[in-house]
């Protein structure tokens, strides 16, 4: 009898610790391979075969399709430099130089992955569309209120992803600090 309550034990245990690590890299977004640079983390093997079992596991929950290797790769932030989550109520700037590519896109999605739901037509930005500076430089300003020059609604939404989307780039496995590939940066400027 005690044999078979210590093995019942010990399958609880065991159940409730795998089951509860595979919600928590599927919730989470725990998965092997990432880049950080500042508040950028992308997956660059994502879009290849060599991908993890728990970056497959997310991307088949998902039904969203990574971008290939040989296409570019995909930077998602969640908070800005600062360490403070990305507030739709808030005005947030994006500032500075992206990596060198062929093409980008610029997103904001809701944490569940949807594109953020505004009564504008402009759901993001591509690197033909922004207004920049002279010396090549971008300043996106994110916010619920209209804004001049580079400007995308969150919606008011209480929290969002930005997705920065980089085509044809040199970007990917083998990149790890941002002097090899400098990235904008996040600032949340007024919080009301």
């Not at 290797?69 to 990305?86: C, N, Q, R, T, Y």
């Not at 969002?160 to 990917?172: E, N, S």
Request: overall charge neutral; some cysteine; glycine content about 14%.
């Amino acid at each position: 009898m005690r044999l078979l309550l210590g093995t019942l034990f010990a399958f609880m245990v065991a159940a409730v610790v795998g089951l509860g690590g595979t919600w928590t890299a599927l919730n989470r977004g725990v998965a092997f391979g990432a880049v950080t640079i500042g508040a950028w983390t992308a997956w660059p093997r994502a879009g290849t075969a060599d991908i993890d079992p728990y970056a497959q596991a997310v991307v088949a929950r998902s039904g969203a399709l990574p971008v290939g290797l040989g296409d570019g790769v995909a930077f998602m932030a969640s908070h800005d430099d600062a360490g403070k989550p990305l507030d739709g109520r808030c005005d947030v700037v994006l500032r500075g130089t992206t990596p060198q590519a062929r093409f980008f896109t610029i997103t904001l999605y809701t944490p569940d992955g949807a594109l953020i739901a505004t009564s504008l037509a402009r759901l993001g930005f591509t690197s033909q569309e922004l207004i920049r500076g002279g010396d090549g430089s971008i300043e996106v300003t994110l916010a619920p209120r209209a804004r001049a020059g580079n400007w995308l609604a969150t919606g008011g939404v209480e929290r969002y992803l930005l997705a920065l989307r980089l085509y044809d780039t040199p970007v990917g496995i083998a990149t790890r600090a941002g002097r090899e590939a400098p990235m904008p940066a996040i600032i949340t400027t007024d919080c009301p």
